[in-house]
């Protein structure tokens, strides 16, 4: 990341800009803090607990006013979560975005998933309704995570273990791919993403269609549009087959 960072700062220089805002996990924000005594990196952190609901509902709450963030402003000058919450609020906006929301998931401490939420959008003098993604991040089956995906178009759940292998599961606060499904079904998402498999699986991990037909796995480098999410349960067998070990 700090590799990321440093390219983007040296693509600007000389440019006006703003900084970016980096949102992770409270050590992310502690390495970055001691790297950028060594190089700048032109950003500012948020930690994912202040991007929780609460937070949101406290900056709502506070006065409207939107201070400017100057280039100046690095990450070991102190800005307020409030001030920066209300500047990404801003950012999102621009994006077509209307909240960013991180949560708490059972796994190891400090970890969270994230909701993604749009804007309804004009198409053809017609209101199109936004839509709702949901990451869930490493995690055990939580209700965390449920009540996050609640009416979510998309439902991104980790799925390292197979059936067979919920004790391992249990163990490394992982999930089967049942209990990821599960977790679709309960939200009631529209469709659920599988991704985060073992590297034990070189190929498609073993599947029950029967239990797919909301559901699609993912792979490095995938990309899905909203038009594409009614067809993806009906990719797999052809995935199944594409991937099969030949052995």
Known sequence: ????????????????????????????GEFHKEYINVEDLDMLFLDCKSTMGSKWDDMEAKDSFLPHCSKRMKLSTPVDDITLLKWLKKVLSEAGLVRLISFPVVHCPEVFGVILESAERLNRRKVVPGWKVVYSGDTRP???????????????????????????????????????????????????????????YPKVPALDEVSMQTTCIAFDLMSVTLADLPLLPKFLPYLKLLFRNSS
């Open 1 to 28: 990341m700090a590799h990321i960072l440093a390219l983007r700062r040296d693509l600007f220089k000389g440019v006006a800009h703003e900084p970016i805002v980096v949102i992770g996990p409270e050590q992310i």
């Open 142 to 200: 939580c209700s965390q995570v449920i009540e996050a995906s609640l009416g979510a178009m998309i439902l991104i759940h980790e799925a390292t273990f197979e059936d067979g292998l919920v004790e391992e599961a249990i163990a490394r606060n992982h999930s089967t791919i049942k209990e990821a499904i599960e977790v679709g079904d309960s939200a009631g998402a529209y469709r659920v993403i599988l991704t985060h498999f073992s590297q034990r």
